[in-house]
């Protein structure tokens, strides 16, 4: 019993103040996480929100494979600066460098996930509030062009574990994402 | 000889009739115009790509020596500077300005350029398959900006467009530019307004670069450090120019002083110095005259290179100055060699008539340009030079010269056996040549240092340019037929890549489609009214807002009736693409399709036969080019060789004669190939030229010593003359072999060696062994 609660009982008042810099590094620290998922996606073309559901695997420090299973089967896999998009039968691939925008987005989960704090700063300005039990990191996006589409991020977690992933669009589209680790 | 009053004045007006033409003549360097008259596709296509295509307006640029932050603002304040300018029409560096112009081009017309443009897509079917499509892109994480546009293009044409354009490449961003993986480059990558060839504008826009760069340097804190390095094929045209210029400059002053000093030792008149030259500067005149009579222009090649050839005239004067006995009147000095000297001539002009049969325009100028200027050379020492020499002149210094010779001439016996070893030592050497004699990397005639290559390929390499090597080539009878052409050859090269056999390709009609499928996709969409129904069934069970898709109605009703895209409607940097794509020629227009890695050039070759096309690999088509220059040469210089000894035979009448003037050029010859090849060399093209020049310079030397007699009065003089001639042209060529420039290096080490070999085989070999020696 002793030995279960040591990391987490007397260790954590012991440390000295938490922040961006411990987070980053405890994101960091994950190498391979895969998670199931649920969106919510508002948009001011649609008519009623767009709920999906699938699989998330990440393997640090730049893989990202987002598996959308319904109502549409869909594969969206980052691989270091590329992203390849496969849907209702047709692939599209993007350089990560051709469009800010994407790369902005894409970076800024991407650069979440690796707890890669100068690559996140280079799209965005961080703030992080909360503790290491519930924590909240704000992305405000620096690129012209993607702050004209993208207010801001909002990704929530718990210690290492990211629960939610927000990104409020400027035209009053809302996506929302929330995580669910699987079983190690 | 009788005095004819009236002959300098003929002389003087056609010189200034002469002087005229070529100063109105038009001076080309495309190498289109040196290639042959009946050039195969692919050697167009080669010549096309070298001179004007769009290929060979890209500059590319990196900037270093400073952390990545501060190049990227560099590359950001050198792109903002430039792209004002009139010099450039397209300045990338990865920003938003990069894109901007193929970008807006597509989205303003992708109803007009989309290949998803079709009857079917626009129906209620094809639109619920986009819509549903849409839905599943709205969930993924390109959502977020796709909303921005799905409400103008929900049928998704612009995404496929820009996949086509080619917007796919491009390095890495960092801070708002593109720069190299590891962030100590920054790279852009710029498209003159000006071709490559266009020397002068060249050499405009890369100083316009430098300066900005300047500029922008010293605007920006900690970026004191940076540097600026250029590449690309207008960048090495330069070059190779400046380089040239400064050579020439630098040889040629060396190469006269040497001369000039050598004849002003023997002359002691510096008044007969000048009149030695006459011979060359008329010669050249009526040679530039005749050619552009002939052709309608003088390729800049044909020039240059000319004048060497007619270099053997500056030998005219010296033979008539130094071989006038003390108290001889010049005409008399003249009466007495002129039948030598117009043999030698003639053997020159004869050698070289043989590259008037040639295919290559520059062959066949360079053939009229040497005899035209040999026959004016001729003429003028002839006809002019006599009245011109001051009375009594006398080349008092010159008979020291000739007198090593003299001595070699004493022990000809012992010589010719010296001559005989070197020769079969020479014909070992060759016959033991591994490996063949000819050198076959266009490389090694490149002028370009190994590090600016290497430059070039990494810069190639980091921005992503393709190696343009494989063309897909056809012909049409008119633009129109040319890009329905081009449409039909699509699918066939979509099958390809789909194959991985074909790595990507451009077509013109993928920039520009043809009038008759833009109407045919106007035809295809459907009215306002129908759309709008044919869009509320197709988006009935899914959760879209119909009410938002207002601009996607709007924009489907202008294309409707929009006026179809031409030429002018492309934005500059794929203006200047689709002018490298299509191109008129004659009156018939040529597709020349760029293809990206090709993996198997057997299919790619059926696939394009089936479909109409020709494939072409440009390095098999100037290595082609090349043989078959290489192989005209060699037929030209050994039909010459015939020629010369023909004639010989008939102006000597006598096989014994002709034999003792053959003889030591070939073996002349044989010792400089055996030379150049040793350790392994090759021969280049340039040398076989050189090869032509040792004959014509070395039959004059050999003429005069069969002509001599070993201890009469003249003979010193006529020896004294021969040496005093081979040594300015081996001053004069071997100063040339210290060019950075492979042709003029390889051309004066030939002729600077073989010339010299010629003067000792000759004074061997030729002359007579009937008198008796005299010590």
């Known amino acids: 019993m002793l030995l279960l609660a040591a990391p987490l009982g007397p260790a954590r008042s012991a440390q000295p103040a938490w922040g961006l810099p411990q987070l980053m590094r405890s994101l960091a620290s994950v190498r391979t996480a895969s998670a199931h998922f649920t969106e919510c996606e508002t948009a001011p073309v649609l008519s009623a929100p767009l709920m999906s559901i699938g699989t998330l695997t990440y393997r640090a420090p730049d893989y990202l494979s987002k598996v959308t299973t319904a109502p549409n089967a869909q594969r969206f896999v980052l691989e270091h600066n590329r992203v390849t998009l496969t849907a209702n039968g047709q692939v599209h691939v993007f350089a990560l460098s051709q469009d800010p925008r994407i790369a902005g987005l894409v970076e800024g989960i991407q650069g979440t996930l690796a707890g890669d704090l100068p690559s996140l700063q280079q799209f965005y300005t961080v703030s992080l509030t909360g503790n290491a039990a519930a924590w909240q990191l704000r992305l405000l996006p620096k690129d012209r062009s993607l702050r004209r589409i993208v207010r801001g991020l909002i990704i929530r977690g718990s210690g290492s574990q990211i629960t939610t992933i927000d990104t409020v669009s400027n035209d009053g589209g809302d996506s929302l994402m929330r995580i669910e680790p699987d079983a190690p | ?775």
């Open chain 2, 1 to 775: 000889m009788r005095r004819r009053g009236w002959v300098p004045l003929v002389w003087l007006v056609s010189l200034v009739a002469c002087a005229i033409i070529a100063a109105r003549t038009r001076y080309p360097t495309n190498m289109g115009d040196f290639l042959p008259h009946s050039a195969s596709m692919a050697q167009q296509v080669l010549a096309g790509q070298v001179n004007g295509a769009a290929a060979s307006h890209i500059v590319m640029l990196d900037i270093k020596g400073a952390p990545a932050p501060v190049l990227a603002r560099l590359s950001q304040a050198l792109a903002a500077q430039l792209r004002p300018q009139p010099d450039f029409i397209n300045v990338m560096n990865g920003d938003a300005k990069s894109f901007a112009g193929v970008q807006n081009y597509v989205w303003r017309n992708r109803y007009l350029l989309s290949p998803g443009v079709t009857a079917q897509r626009f129906s209620t079917a094809g639109l619920h398959a986009a819509l549903q499509n849409d839905l599943s892109l709205l969930s993924s994480e390109l959502g977020t900006v796709m909303g921005e546009s799905l409400r103008a293009d929900p049928t998704g044409e612009t995404l496929g467009l820009l996949s086509q354009f080619g917007n796919g490449g491009g390095p890495a961003m960092q801070n708002g530019a593109w720069m190299t993986a590891n962030g100590n480059a920054a790279l852009l990558l710029v498209d003159t307004a000006a071709p490559g060839f266009d020397l002068d504008a060249q050499q405009r826009a890369l100083a316009r670069i430098k300066s900005r760069f300047s500029h922008a340097r010293a605007a920006i804190p900690a970026a004191a450090g940076a540097y600026l390095q250029m590449s690309g094929p207008g960048v090495f045209a330069v070059h190779i120019r400046n380089t040239t210029k400064s050579d020439v400059t630098r040889l040629s002053i060396l190469a006269l002083s040497g001369a000039a000093t050598l004849l002003i030792f023997a002359y002691r008149s510096p008044l007969v110095l000048l009149l030695g030259l006459l011979p060359i500067a008329a010669g050249a005149l009526a040679a530039i005259a005749a050619v552009s009579l002939a052709f309608g222009f003088v390729h800049g090649i044909t020039l240059g290179f000319g004048v060497t050839l007619i270099g053997e005239s500056l030998d005219y004067a010296i033979y008539l100055f130094t071989q006038t006995a003390r108290g001889e009147p010049a005409d008399a000095a003249l009466a007495r060699i002129w039948p030598t000297l117009r043999l030698g001539a003639l053997t020159s002009i004869v050698g070289f008539s043989a590259m008037l049969a040639s295919s290559f325009t520059g062959f066949a100028q360079l053939g009229l340009f040497s005899i035209a200027g040999l026959a004016a050379a001729l003429g003028t020492t002839r006809f002019v030079l006599p009245l011109l020499v001051p009375q009594s002149f006398f080349a008092a210094g010159a008979e020291p010269l000739g007198r090593p010779v003299q001595a070699l001439i004493a022990h000809r016996r012992a010589g010719r056996g010296v001559v005989a070893l070197g020769v079969a030592a020479a014909f070992i050497a060759l016959l033991a040549h591994q490996s063949g004699m000819w050198d076959q990397n266009l490389l090694n005639l490149s002028p370009i240092p190994q590090a600016a290559q290497q430059l070039n390929q990494n810069l190639q390499r980091e921005l992503g340019v393709p190696n343009l090597r494989f063309f897909a080539v056809f012909k049409a009878s008119s633009a129109q037929r040319a890009l329905q052409q081009s449409e039909a050859l699509a699918p066939v090269l979509v099958r390809l890549v789909a194959a991985q056999e074909l790595g990507g390709f451009n077509l013109p009609s993928n920039i520009l489609p043809s009038d008759a499928t833009q109407r045919q996709r106007q035809a295809d969409l459907p009215d306002i009214a129908t759309l709008k129904k044919r869009f509320s069934q197709a988006a009935r069970g899914l959760p879209f807002k119909i009410s938002a898709f207002t601009p996607f109605f709007s924009a489907v009703a202008a294309a409707r009736t929009a006026p179809l895209l031409t030429p002018s409607s492309l934005p500059p940097a794929l203006r200047l693409q689709f002018g490298s794509m299509l191109v008129r020629h004659g009156a018939a227009w040529v597709v020349v399709a760029p293809l990206h890695d090709v993996t198997h050039p057997a299919a790619v070759t059926r696939a394009l036969t089936a479909g109409g096309a020709h494939f072409v690999d440009l390095n098999q088509a100037s290595t082609r080019l090349l043989h078959t220059f290489q192989n005209q040469a060699v037929t030209l210089a050994v039909v010459g060789s015939v020629a010369i000894f023909l004639l010989l035979l008939v102006g000597l009448r006598s096989l014994r004669r002709a034999v003792a003037v053959a003889a030591p050029l070939a073996a002349a010859v044989a010792m400089t190939s055996a030379l150049l090849t040793l350790r392994g060399g090759k021969l280049s093209i340039f040398m076989v030229a050189g090869f032509l020049l040792i004959i014509a310079i070395g039959s004059n030397y050999c003429l005069f010593f069969e002509r001599s007699t070993p201890g009469s009065p003249g003979w010193p003089r006529a020896v004294a003359s021969i040496v005093l001639a081979n040594l300015c042209t081996v001053a004069a060529y071997g100063l040339l072999s210290f060019s950075r420039i492979p042709v003029l290096h390889d051309i004066g080490e030939t002729v600077a060696i073989g010339t010299f070999l010629s003067l000792v085989c000759g004074a061997v070999l030729s002359t007579p062994s009937n008198a008796a020696p005299t010590p």
